[in-house]
């Protein structure tokens, strides 16, 4: 019976991912390693190493509770898991480190909870690399050989790893609508750029973590470009997260909200050179903001709703004329369900039915 039923659900995900992306992909692969499922591959290695060469393949990752360990990426593929923060952690598709090596141009990756992003190094370069929809603690690109060229990072939730880089062999890069769990300086989880040129920072949340009052919200710029970052919130957490620092080059902040809850006011200072335009304060007045002001790593995505009640400052605040955060533009998904991607739910079956009788399930499906 069991086994049956996963099988079932292993199917339907499958048959509606696979509607979605008909077309796209020259083949596509699904990868479960429940016991008892049926699907083309357990290991996710495995398949990823099946995956067509020259790219184009899509690999479902369905949920488990069981990680599917460490990966490298070698060939352009897509990623698609089931979700990064579904209450029930059943349903959540999870990885260990991911690792991206020569040949992984044209690589997507979506709905997953994994640990690290790194790269190995080599004398070439990854064209169009997309992380959307995760939740991860670090990442560290374009630090090495190896160069990264349209890069985009959207609707994900980067948590309180200590390692947060953009090395100076990465160009014209999109770093829009995520939520920062923790961007100070204590233990070094600051966020850094080596570069900044054809960098785009925009309508993200930046929130500091940690009780060490000296742990401030920190951002540095190591390169001889102005970094530029709009239309986002930087929040504080406790009663000394009361700075914004900017260290060591130029910074041009744009429309952009300070909000601490235990504190009147926050302020932008730092090592480095800051031009602010057009900056507002206060209380973002979220419909829930799911513990996002604890000074804690507790934020609970599943009641979240950053959606801005009537008198938020940052209502019609941004430079487009919109919102400030994430939410402007972008559908962000605060339990990492991939964007336009319907998903499925077994909410109740029979628990034992006699031989060749019919199979009761109650199906949920919900689009995204």
């Known amino acids: 019976m069991k086994t049956a039923l996963l099988s079932l659900k292993a199917f339907i995900i499958c048959f509606i991912f696979s509607t979605c992306y008909l077309g796209v992909a020259q083949t596509t692969y699904t990868v479960n390693n429940t016991p008892g499922t049926t699907a083309d591959y357990s290991n996710l290695q495995d398949a990823i190493n099946a995956a067509s060469a020259t790219g184009g393949d899509i690999i479902y990752v369905q949920q488990s509770p069981t990680s599917y360990g460490n990966i490298t990426i070698d060939r352009g593929i897509t990623l698609v898991g089931r979700s990064h923060s579904e209450p029930n952690s059943n349903y959540r598709t999870t990885l260990g480190n991911i690792t991206i090596a020569a040949g992984a141009s044209d690589t997507t990756i979506n709905g997953i909870i994994f640990s690290t992003l790194t790269t190995s190094a080599s004398s070439s370069t990854i064209n169009n690399l997309i992380l959307k929809e995760n939740i991860f603690n670090d990442y560290v690109i374009g630090n090495n050989s190896l160069n990264f060229n349209n890069v985009v990072f ?213 689009a995204n």
């Open 154 to 366: 959207q609707g994900n939730v980067i948590s309180n790893g200590l390692n947060k880089r953009i090395g100076s062999n990465v160009s014209n890069m999109i770093i829009a609508n995520n939520i920062f769990l923790n961007t100070t300086d204590y233990q070094g989880s600051d966020l850094v750029f080596d570069k900044a040129a054809t960098i785009v920072v925009d309508k993200n949340i930046f929130r500091s973590y940690f009780t060490n009052n000296s742990a401030d919200i920190t951002i540095t710029n190591n390169s001889s470009s102005t970094l530029t970052i709009s239309n986002s919130m930087f929040i504080g957490t406790a009663s000394g997260h009361n700075i914004v620092e900017l260290n060591n080059g130029s910074f041009e902040i744009n429309n952009c909200l300070t909000y601490n809850p235990l504190n009147a006011t926050m302020s932008f200072a730092g090592t480095g050179t800051s031009f602010v335009n057009n900056a507002v304060s206060g209380n973002p007045n979220f419909t829930n903001d799911g513990g996002i002001y604890n000074n804690s790593s507790g934020f609970d995505r599943s009641i979240a709703d950053f959606t801005l009640l009537p008198g938020s400052p940052a209502i019609g605040a941004a430079s487009d004329g919109g919102d400030i955060g994430i939410l402007n533009g972008y559908n962000f998904s605060m339990l990492g369900q991939p964007v336009n991607t319907p998903y499925l739910q077994i909410e109740s079956f029979s628990s034992t039915v006699d031989k060749n009788q019919p199979l009761t399930v109650t199906i949920k499906a919900n």
